[in-house]
Structure formats: structure tokens, C-alpha cells
T-cell receptor, first 110, second 111 residues
Framework: AQRVTQPEKLLSVFKGAPVELKCNYSYSGSPELFWYVQYSRQRLQLLLRHISRESIKGFTADLNKGETSFHLKKPFAQEEDSAMYYCALRPPFGNEKLTFGTGTRLTIIP | ETGVTQSPTHLIKTRGQQVTLRCSSQSGHNTVSWYQQALGQGPQFIFQYYREEENGRGNFPPRFSGLQFPNYSSELNVNALELDDSALYLC??????????FGSGTRLTVV
């Protein structure tokens, strides 16, 4: 069975401080991993996917297969980063079902 | 290019009733998925349609059913509503897996 765990429901960080949102997954194989973000009063949108290996809005996420983790990081938090963040997993081919974690609400303190 | 549009935005139904939620896919997308998001939870996969056929289903009972039309728009039908069906229902469209575009959702309240 596939599962995504986000251990922190709430996370508060001061502006300018580093941010790390934790995500651990359970899947027998090599899944695709994603981070989705939902800003206040906006729809859920893709932030980044591990196969792209890109940095979006200063965020990066490294897939660690040994620890089955896909933590989201940003070196210097900005106020506009305050949002709900969801980690999600998808099997590598065929079925496009996304399995989401329960989400972490990130609040940046000015 | 239009995004994913869901209707209605809010709905209140009585236990035992039936409901139909609608979704217009983003232009050019041929796959639509439906998710249920209960309060404080992440979205849970209900089912997915590709070219008008269901090609994936999550752990939801048969009273949750759907349709996809030739223009790739979609409906989610829920029969015999229960109080626990109260949630935000999200529709997402994609082109064969290359990124999902989510709608704003329909907030269903069952009383």
C-alpha cells in the first residue's frame, strides 16, 4: 500500500529563517513525488516534482530513497510562503492516482 | 486557455439525497480525476476517467459514480448521501499524466 506522511500539521518560521517541511513515503518501487501548495483562497497547485530537479520560488526537494523521504526546503523564508503544503506520491506508470499526505500549514512570522 | 471549472461552489443536501457535481476540464486535457478532501485531511482519490472510461478507482463505495463526456467534462454522482460525505470535492484534469490542474472545488455539506 502506498502512503505519504507529513508529521507536522503546523509549522511557524520567522521571515528569513530556513524552512524544512518533512515528507516520508511508503511505496514498494520508485514512485513519482510532488509537492503541491495551496495559498489562501486559491486552488491547489503544483509546486514541484522530483523528476524535474528544479527550484521553484526558492524551494527545492531532494528524493532520498534510502530514508524514503522527500523533504521540502527553502534557505530563507518569505512572508508569501505562508500556505498549506501537501506532499503527494504517484506510481511511476499507468494509473495516475495521487496519494496525498495530510498537509502542513506553514506560517511565516514577520 | 481556461482552467478547471467546478460547479456548484457550495451545496447543502439532506442525508439520503443524491447529488451531482460538475467539472469542466482544462482545454486540451483528456483525463479527469476526482478527490474528496475532508476537513483537516489531504485529498483522497475517488476515481479517474480517461477518454470517457473509468481507469482507476480509490476506496470509495459504488454509490460514488461518475461520467466523462466527449468534451472531457465530467460529473461526480453520489447517491444515498451520508453525513460523512460532507467534504470539499476536487476535480483535476491532466493530459495523460503531465501535471494536474485542480479546480477550486465544491463544498458539500450533508445535514
Amino acid at each position: 500500500a502506498q502512503r505519504v506522511t507529513q508529521p507536522e500539521k503546523l509549522l511557524s518560521v520567522f521571515k528569513g529563517a530556513p524552512v524544512e517541511l518533512k515528507c516520508n513515503y511508503s511505496y514498494s518501487g520508485s514512485p513519482e513525488l510532488f509537492w503541491y501548495v495551496q495559498y489562501s483562497r486559491q486552488r491547489l497547485q503544483l509546486l514541484l516534482r522530483h523528476i524535474s530537479r528544479e527550484s521553484i520560488k526558492g524551494f527545492t526537494a531532494d528524493l532520498n530513497k534510502g530514508e524514503t523521504s522527500f523533504h521540502l526546503k527553502k534557505p530563507f523564508a518569505q512572508e508569501e510562503d505562508s500556505a498549506m503544503y501537501y506532499c503527494a506520491l504517484r506510481p511511476p506508470f499507468g494509473n495516475e492516482k495521487l496519494t496525498f499526505g495530510t498537509g502542513t500549514r506553514l506560517t511565516i512570522i514577520p | 486557455e481556461t482552467g478547471v471549472t467546478q460547479s456548484p461552489t457550495h451545496l447543502i443536501k439532506t442525508r439520503g439525497q443524491q447529488v451531482t457535481l460538475r467539472c469542466s476540464s482544462q482545454s486540451g486535457h483528456n483525463t479527469v480525476s476526482w478527490y474528496q478532501q475532508a476537513l483537516g485531511q489531504g485529498p483522497q482519490f475517488i476515481f479517474q476517467y480517461y477518454r470517457e472510461e473509468e481507469n482507476g478507482r480509490g476506496n470509495f463505495p459504488p454509490r460514488f459514480s461518475g461520467l466523462q463526456f466527449p468534451n472531457y467534462s465530467s460529473e461526480l454522482n453520489v447517491n444515498a448521501l451520508e453525513l460523512d460525505d460532507s467534504a470539499l470535492y476536487l476535480c483535476a484534469s491532466s493530459l495523460a499524466g503531465y501535471g494536474y490542474t485542480f479546480g477550486s472545488g465544491t463544498r458539500l455539506t450533508v445535514v
